[in-house]
């Protein structure tokens, strides 16, 4: 009888914590899920540390500055002859692509 009694204990203990696991695993996802369609893409640009690159493209972002993607629109060497000209040229592209990317609603995060 005893051994009854502390399988049927047992059996609702765990049932008790898979429900819990469920519903934290829910949650969790959902405000995942949130972050992401409330994520935008933006321009941004960045070194690259020990290859004198400049690069300049969009990030999907949310409002936690996590980044969901990425998109790449050039990479400058720093020594390129004109940077400047390649600079604004690209980070025009950048903003051109981050306004199409963030009128198609809901954005894109397979990446």
């Given at each position: 009888?005893?051994?009854?009694?502390f399988?049927?204990?047992?059996?609702?203990?765990l049932?008790?914590?898979?429900?819990?696991?469920?519903?934290?695993?829910?949650?969790?996802?959902?405000?995942?899920?949130?972050?992401?369609?409330?994520?935008?893409?933006?321009?941004?640009?960045y070194?690259?540390?020990?290859?004198?690159h400049?690069?300049?493209?969009?990030?999907?972002?949310?409002?936690?500055?996590?980044?969901?993607?990425?998109?790449?629109?050039?990479?400058?060497p720093?020594?390129a002859?004109?940077?400047?000209?390649?600079?604004?040229?690209?980070?025009?592209?950048?903003?051109?692509?981050?306004?199409?990317?963030?009128?198609?609603?809901?954005?894109?995060?397979?990446?």
């Amino acid at each position: 009888m005893r051994i009854i009694a502390f399988l049927a204990v047992l059996l609702v203990v765990l049932a008790a914590v898979a429900l819990i696991g469920a519903v934290l695993t829910a949650g969790a996802r959902r405000r995942r899920q949130a972050a992401q369609v409330s994520a935008r893409w933006t321009v941004r640009h960045y070194a690259i540390p020990g290859r004198g690159h400049t690069v300049v493209g969009v990030s999907l972002t949310d409002a936690d500055g996590r980044i969901h993607g990425e998109n790449v629109v050039a990479r400058i060497p720093d020594g390129a002859p004109d940077w400047q000209r390649d600079f604004v040229a690209a980070r025009q592209e950048a903003e051109e692509r981050a306004f199409h990317l963030n009128s198609d609603r809901p954005p894109m995060l397979g990446s």
